[in-house]
């Protein structure tokens, strides 16, 4: 490795309880392999999850006022890193979970846990929001009588043509397909997996074809394979993320892909690790690697950064992002870093 090689900026989305005040900015410097105290990058409540533009130019927070919720818009200078606020829209079914942006900036999708709600945006010309275009309300319930007493849409995002938008639902157990015709959400296709199971978040193989979600209420990630044309998905495989004999209270949290596809990473809240599974070129199902400690408390989420060959995982509880090296050859991270002070960080995004 050279010298030359330029430094990372990431963001973290936290609860702001605690000492947390907003959204905060880090470093990776992938030279020393070491994260850069955090600072903070902007002052909101509760930016607990984030997203940034494919162009990187801008990124956008979901945030609590007064009793209703929303979405915030920054820019980003491509130098620092630094934001800087353009303009926010409020909405009464705010408290969103999470967010998700099209590459062409004009569409903006939520999803809102309390009440099993979805939103779209529309976006103005200099890429604030302008208004909610369609709101879609989930119903039902699932076996889990604490958890899933109601629909609790948990992600909303793009398939990778971005013809459609994928939600995610813990309350009921289901994934759904909408597609988007003049600004209004209209579904597609409904997938029902293991009733109890409380799916939470998805992420698509680069080849479009396979999809992975994370589980919360049990401790597996399930495996789809996914129809472009229809939208629909069907159930390939389900592996565990903890170990056999681990009965504790863990909760599946975040999954994400590396970007060649050969390695699927999961968060378990409760075992505190991250679950590496490798792919099959063929079918896409998954086999376990290793299992991995957070060095922390409560993995909310982490992220690949862009080179390749970092990880970085947030510990809600325990206010600490851990720095992990990334083999790219077999999956397996190496900790390098542990004591990199966050308070209650949630969401991780690198530019």
């Known amino acids: 490795m050279g010298n030359h090689s330029q430094n990372y900026t990431g963001y973290i989305g936290t609860y702001t309880k605690g000492d947390s005040q907003g959204v905060y900015r880090f470093t990776l410097d992938p030279n020393e392999g070491k994260i850069s105290a955090p ?20 990124l956008y927070a979901i945030l609590k006022e007064a009793g209703s919720g929303g979405v915030s818009s920054y820019s980003i200078d491509d130098e620092t890193g630094e934001l800087t606020y353009l303009g926010k829209h409020l909405t009464p079914n705010g408290s969103y979970c999470h967010i998700s942006i099209n590459s062409d900036k004009n569409v903006l999708a939520t999803a809102n846990y309390g009440d ?31 958890r899933q007493e109601k629909a609790h849409a948990h992600y909303a995002g793009f398939t990778p043509d971005e013809k459609f938008i994928v939600v995610v639902d813990l ?47 049990a401790p597996e990630v399930i495996v789809l394979a996914y129809d472009g044309h229809s939208g629909s998905f069907s159930e390939i495989q389900t592996i565990r993320t903890t170990p056999e004999n681990f ?7 975040a999954i994400h892909i590396s970007a060649d596809g050969k390695f699927v990473y999961s968060a378990n809240r409760g075992h505190d690790s991250i679950a590496v599974f490798q792919t099959d070129e063929e079918t896409g199902k998954l086999s376990l690697v290793e299992l991995v400690s957070t060095e922390g408390n409560w993995p909310r989420d982490f992220s690949i950064d862009p080179s390749g060959k970092f990880l970085v995982a947030s510990n809600e509880e325990s206010g600490n992002l851990t720095l992990f090296s990334r083999n790219q050859e077999t999956g397996k991270l190496t900790l390098l870093q542990k004591d990199i002070k966050v308070p209650f960080p949630v969401c991780v995004k690198f530019l």
Do not use: M, W
């Open 39 to 58: 600072v903070l990058a902007a002052e909101l409540k509760d930016p607990t999850y984030v997203t940034i533009s494919g162009d990187k130019k801008h």
């Open 116 to 146: 099993g709600i979805i939103e779209l945006y529309s976006l103005n010309a200099d890429s604030t929001p302008s208004g909610v275009t369609s709101t879609v309300r989930h119903t039902g319930k699932g076996p889990n009588k604490e």
């Open 171 to 217: 309350g009921i157990d289901q994934i759904n397909t909408y597609g988007i015709h003049n600004g209004v959400l209209e579904k597609v296709n409904s997938l029902t997996v293991t009733p109890g199971s409380g799916p939470r978040h998805l992420t698509f193989h680069p080849n479009g074809k396979i999809a992975y979600v994370v589980a919360e209420l």
């Open 247 to 253: 009965q504790e209270n863990n909760q599946g949290s």
